[in-house]
């Protein structure tokens, strides 16, 4: 028993230096004597202190250096030497430089290892960053202390990550070695759940390098994960960069293509909004869909074409330079909406030079029903905003002048696009790719996502997710989500299945893909495509009508931060609302309410 160290440190040898009390000590000044030097390599352990320290006393400091050039410091500067050195602790005497001893708290420990690992695996951030798997996924990693979280998702070079695999994991860090539980959440396909257990790799210096798998249970694919970073996914374009960039299929004066930008005003500083309604029967861009106008969702693509086979040349080739048409393709449609279904931030942050004013001109008395039964979860004087959203075909660069090169996908759009099938809108989380069935005028009859086939009706409950726009090229402007990358079809059920496990929208504008494996809750709560503000992992319990646990934000967005949290299940299963005693300073989740969508794409 006693004060020990060891070395966990693979890159150099270590020496450590530190103090104890003495009240003797010959210098007025201190009560403490430091000590110098005692030698360590990799897996070696010292004693400093032998015997019980509870019969001593309860502070030590000290300071470690690597010949590497790392060191092991804290915030009391001390004079030492390179030789070796017995003195009391602010005697100079021949002391040639400074250093910052560690604070060592005994605390009523009889004994203390102290593990000197990488220094950048000491600190809160030491493993937290984007990781690329060997099983093709991004793993968004946060290390709290000795606690980390992350959110794995596949699909890391596509616009739409997760589809095919996402995993959140909980686990705790010893030494090198990583222990905990992960699960799948229903954003992809895959339902496994199981134990973990990882070795972490640090580069000169502590820089992390890798992780590699050492034992796992459940079925876990990755094996090896290389640190990429400590920034989250998003930030390279802005959304008007991104505006400016992606071509049109219809040409404007001289040899160019239109852009969104010649077209669509961006409105909000976070552009990208997920609004509940009520489909409307769609003119598909000025044209009837069919005659009696009973579809809502038409597009102005030749049904000739096969559209399962369309290509983005075929999309570029409806118009041409000397025969230009207004073809542009878009799937469009109506939504009427409830005020009080509209995000939490619809009105605010408006960026648009008209401010709020253009968008509470677009309110009106409007007859709607609500998306979700039991209605309205935010009762206020209820009327109605009537938007226009479109779908892009492709939202890419192009016309590529080498037609062996494959477009560059920018945004999400409803069109084929070959082994990229995450490049594509979703509809009920699942890629569309050009999976539309037409009638001769235009209108879509079937929808399919690989998974389901929806035949979507006006007066049908729907979530679309996609940027909120104004269309100027009409007087006065229309209000536009354009364009669109994700539609949720929403069955209104009056009672949901007692299990919770699903995708479920949030009022801020988020998704929650949950999983409840027994009475355990898992899930990533994630802003919408494009939308970096945050992405939160959380792991719970269900007791009852009561789900209570902890969350952390992981860098897939900007924020940091975590808490408890408590969620209060309604009788109907459809409905979450924070508990308002969920402790914790000022939870920033407070006010929010969880909707369900609908439940697992794969067997439960």
């Not at 959110?151 to 997760?162: E, I």
């Not at 560059?408 to 069935?437: E, H, M, Q």
């Not at 929806?454 to 364009?483: C, Y």
Request: glycine letters at 12%.
């Amino acid at each position: 028993m006693g004060l020990q160290v060891q070395s966990l440190y693979p890159f150099g040898t270590i020496y450590v230096c530190y103090t104890y009390c003495k009240p003797d000590c010959d210098n007025a000044n201190s009560q403490y004597e430091k000590l110098g030097w005692w030698t360590l390599e990799y897996g070696e352990t010292v004693e400093l202190v032998s015997g019980d320290l509870t019969d001593g006393y309860e502070y030590y400091t000290y300071y470690a250096e690597s010949s590497d050039g790392a060191a092991w410091d804290g915030p009391y500067i001390r004079k030492i030497t390179d030789n070796i050195f017995n003195q009391c602790e602010f005697d100079d005497t021949n002391m040639t430089r400074s250093a910052g001893f560690a604070l060592i708290d005994v605390n009523g420990s009889d004994d203390i290892v102290l593990q000197l690992t990488p220094p950048a695996f000491q600190s809160q951030t030491g493993l937290t960053g984007a990781w690329t798997c060997d099983d093709g996924g991004t793993y968004y990693l946060r290390q709290d202390g000795n606690t980390i979280w992350w959110a794995g998702l596949s699909g890391d070079r596509n616009l739409q990550q997760g589809l095919s695999f996402c995993n959140v994991f909980l686990g705790q860090i010893n030494g090198l070695t990583v222990n905990g539980s992960w699960a799948d959440v229903p954003r992809g396909l895959t339902n496994g759940t199981g134990t973990l257990s990882l070795q972490v790799q640090y580069g000169a210096g502590g820089a992390p390098l890798h992780l590699t798998k050492t034992g796992s249970a459940g079925g876990f694919g990755g094996s090896k994960w290389d640190f990429q970073g400590r920034t989250g996914r998003w930030g390279l374009y802005s959304m008007q960069d991104l505006f400016g960039m992606i071509n049109k299929n219809v040409w404007k004066f001289g040899p160019q293509f239109e852009t969104l930008t010649d077209n669509l005003d961006i409105i909000k500083e976070f552009p990208v909004v997920s609004v509940f309604g009520r489909l409307q029967a769609s003119n598909a861009q000025g044209q009837d869909v069919q005659d009696d106008g009973t579809l809502p969702f038409g597009t102005s693509f030749p049904t000739a074409e096969t559209l399962a086979t369309a290509t983005i040349d075929d999309f570029y080739n409806l118009n041409s330079y000397w025969y230009p048409g207004s073809a542009d393709a878009d799937m469009a449609t109506y939504i009427a909406c409830r005020s009080d279904e509209l995000p939490l931030d619809f009105f605010s942050n408006i960026i648009d030079a008209e401010g709020p004013t253009f968008l509470e001109t677009k309110l009106q008395e409007l007859p709607i029903d609500p998306c979700i039964q039991p209605p309205p979860f935010r009762p206020q004087n209820v009327v109605g905003i009537i938007i226009h959203p479109e779908i892009v075909m492709y939202g890419s660069i192009g016309p590529k002048e080498d037609p062996d090169q494959p477009p560059i996908p920018l945004l999400p759009g409803w069109g084929n696009v070959p082994g990229a099938p995450a490049d594509s809108i979703l509809i009920n989380g699942r890629p569309l790719n050009g999976r539309i069935t037409l009638t001769t005028a235009g209108g879509a009859i079937y929808l399919d996502n690989g998974v389901q086939m929806f035949s979507p009706q006006n007066n049908d409950a729907v979530r679309i997710t996609g940027v909120l726009a104004a269309d100027h090229g009409h007087t006065p402007r229309i209000l536009e989500i354009h364009p669109v990358f994700a539609i949720d079809l929403i069955t209104n059920a009056e009672i949901g299945p007692p299990d919770l496990s699903g995708t479920w929208a949030t009022t801020d504008g988020g998704t929650c893909y949950i999983r409840v494996i027994n009475s355990d809750v898992w899930f990533l709560w994630n802003r919408p495509l494009m939308d970096n503000r945050h992405a939160t992992v959380f792991r719970g319990r269900q007791i009852g009508s009561t789900i209570g646990g902890v969350w952390m934000d992981v860098p897939l967005g900007l924020r940091a931060a975590s808490d408890t949290l408590k969620l209060n299940v309604q009788a109907n299963y459809l409905i979450m609302t924070t508990d308002v005693s969920t402790p914790g300073p000022g939870n920033i989740l407070l006010g929010i309410t969880w909707r369900k969508l609908y439940g697992l794409h794969y067997p439960s």
